[in-house]
């Protein structure tokens, strides 16, 4: 499976962006889906995660209310909808896919994901 992640860039405090996870090499709907980020300096940190269906989602505290994870089975195709951007959740964001849905603790840990993507930049400016 290859992930490419899209859809970073720069925006104000408050503002919003749109990333997406395209998936190749068989149908994303086999794999749970998987938002992470990693600021400079700082530990890969889990953001919200997607089962295969679409029916159970997991956030991290922080964003929750603020992002909304989705995926477009049909499309191959992950989305995470960012809103109200703070400037601390500036860091580069990472796709990731895993075949089994497990706690949350499970789903937080990044060594338990197989697949990655290269990572998109998001900076939100104060």
């Known amino acids: 499976v290859q992930l490419q992640a899209s859809g970073g860039g720069l925006v104000q405090a408050g503002g919003s962006l749109r990333l997406s996870c395209a998936t190749s090499g068989r149908t994303s709907s086999f794999y749970v889906m998987g938002w992470f980020r990693q600021a400079p300096g700082k530990e890969r940190e889990f953001v919200a995660v997607?089962?295969?269906?679409?029916?159970?989602?997991f956030y991290i505290d922080s964003v929750k209310g603020r992002f909304t994870i989705s995926r477009d089975n049909a499309k191959d195709t992950v989305s995470l909808q960012m809103n109200s951007l703070k400037p601390e959740d500036t860091a580069v964001y990472y796709c990731?896919?895993?075949?089994?849905?497990?706690?949350?603790?499970?789903?937080?840990?990044?060594?338990?994901?197989?697949?990655w993507g290269q990572g998109t930049q998001v900076t939100v400016s104060s």
């Open positions: 997607i089962s295969w269906s679409g029916d159970r989602i």
């Open positions: 990731a896919a895993r075949q089994n849905w497990g706690t949350y603790g499970s789903m937080a840990r990044p060594p338990l994901y197989n697949y």
